[in-house]
């Protein structure tokens, strides 16, 4: 069944997506999809730190449109109360003669206007999306690697969600954190165990660890980090 959201331009909308991805990586599924896509293009703008979920998301797609693009075909989602940019419409920039027919309606419509003209800001950022999911089809993919992670607590009084948040707030531009499960190490303590996507030309493993997994703030619950599958995609 198709995931739903409502209203993505209003505060509560956006507040109902943060709540949805707390626990989530993707809107669907354990890798980046169309499904995103759909969403990150239904954005009217960049969103705010105060939504810190949906901040770190969005900052990952637009990485990942970016770099390699995004061709899964995800589980389908629906974004009601917002107008979707279709794969359609990225593809093919309106003509002169869509354009006169747009503004035609736009006439007719002025009178049960119920979500106010298209500012210019939001226009920019829309063609700058559109721009960039067109790009990233045709760019060249980097080489890339799946990582698992062992991440280790302190002890067994070691909050392990705030561990987990903790990790999943590093955020870098060829960095895609996956999906994740505890395992039981003894005595009642548990590590995390964390997938991971990176693109070999901008990220080290090595450093990440180094210099953000066990540096301050981030070592108040994690003791150390290591590395237990390194495959090549």
Not at 9 to 22: F, P, T
Not at 153 to 176: C, F, H, I, N, Y
Request: charged share 30%; net charge negative; glycine share 6%.
């Amino acid at each position: 069944m198709a995931v739903t959201f409502y209203d993505l331009g209003s505060a509560a909308g956006l507040k109902k997506l943060d709540e949805y991805l707390l626990t989530r990586s993707y809107i669907t599924g354990y890798q980046a999809s169309k499904d995103d896509i759909t969403v990150y293009s239904s954005l009217p703008k960049a969103p705010s730190s105060e939504h810190v979920n949906v901040s770190r998301w969005y900052n990952h797609i637009d990485s990942l449109l970016r770099i390699s693009g995004v061709s899964a075909e995800g589980c389908g989602v629906i974004v009601e109360g917002s107008a979707p940019i279709v794969e359609e419409a990225i593809a093919t920039p309106p003509t002169s003669d869509s354009k006169a027919a747009a503004a035609a309606d736009d006439d007719d419509d002025d009178d049960v206007d119920l979500f106010g003209e298209e500012t210019e800001e939001e226009k920019k950022a829309a063609e700058e999306r559109a721009a960039a999911v067109k790009a990233s089809a045709k760019k060249k993919e980097s080489g890339k690697s799946s990582v698992l992670l062992d991440v280790k607590p302190w002890d067994d009084e070691t909050d392990m969600k705030k561990l987990e948040e903790a990790v999943r707030s590093v955020q870098m531009e060829g960095l895609l954190w996956g999906a994740s499960k505890l395992v039981p190490v003894g005595y009642g303590i548990k590590k995390l165990q964390i997938m991971m996507t990176i693109v070999d030309d901008l990220v080290s493993v090595d450093s990440l660890i180094e210099e953000h997994l066990t540096v301050e703030p981030i070592n108040e619950h994690v003791q150390s980090c290591d590395i237990v599958a390194f495959n090549k995609i």
